[in-house]
């Protein structure tokens, strides 16, 4: 699974664009998920007009929001529900696959 935080993305050009839908194209060949996070307005709307908003899977875009990191705390929560219990063995969260118990997020970038 790959979570690319976008936040800083502006005014994306056709150039952007074509470059992540190989990317995103490459991933699913992989059987890789792309989630995007601070997904910005104008982002937003260039994935709608391409299409690749429906290609990517709207449940896996997660828009910008003014608390800092709270998309990227989304698209982590998201990303460890569609793991379930299939953590590597050195997931700092493996124990919780288990057992429920919640510990706060944390992620460092």
Partial sequence: ?????LK??????A??????????????RRQVTLLLSGVQPD??????????????????????????GSSTADALRFAYELLGDKRCLICPRQDEAT???GQPWDYVI
């Fill in 15 to 28: 150039a952007f664009l074509v470059l992540l839908k190989r990317f995103h194209t490459r991933l699913k």
């Fill in 99 to 101: 057992s429920g118990a």
């Fill in 43 to 68: 982002l937003a709307r260039a994935l709608a007009t391409t299409g690749l908003d429906a290609q990517i899977g709207a449940s896996q875009i997660f828009a910008n929001r003014p608390v800092d």
């Fill in 1 to 5: 699974m790959v979570i690319l935080v």
């Fill in 8 to 13: 800083q993305a502006r005014n994306p050009d």
